[in-house]
């Protein structure tokens, strides 16, 4: 996974657009963590209170996209206090390259934590190859 962003090697994984949108608009982003293990990259999505039918993970070439499609609670009518949070739909893409087996993705969801667990092809990692300067 490659995070381009901070600066890290030795991943094969980098988050979309490499940022924040521009200007006064903002944007519901999900929080994830990103961590890698002898045989794979887990991925951990922060996502309480949602169900696990609504999520949809696709991988399209290189792009791998995970989101949730809040269904309308138009009969959940509440006569809030007070509301610091609230479901909404997201949609998070990252980019991954050839040492990830795309075919053995998994996820499952506990706990308010949509785990993905992305495996790597055996002897696919490559190490760094640095170049001299003349």
């Given at each position: ?110 706990n308010g934590i949509l785990q993905l667990t992305l495996p790597i092809v055996p002897g696919s990692e490559k190490p760094a ?6």
């Amino acid at each position: 996974m490659c995070d381009n962003r901070f600066g890290r090697r030795g991943f094969g994984m980098r988050h979309d657009h490499f940022g924040r949108p521009f200007g006064p608009q903002r944007e519901f982003r999900v929080p994830v963590n990103i961590v890698k293990n002898d045989t794979s990259y887990e991925m951990l999505i922060f996502a309480p209170d949602r169900s696990k039918e609504d999520f949809k993970i696709n991988v399209q070439g290189l792009e791998l996209t995970i989101s949730y499609e809040l269904k309308d609670n138009l009969g959940e009518k509440r006569n809030w206090i007070r509301q610091e949070f609230s479901k909404s739909s997201f949609q998070r893409t990252f980019m991954i390259d050839t040492t990830v087996d795309t075919k053995n993705i998994s996820a499952q969801y506990n706990n308010g934590i949509l785990q993905l667990t992305l495996p790597i092809v055996p002897g696919s990692e490559k190490p760094a190859q640095e170049i001299d300067v003349n």
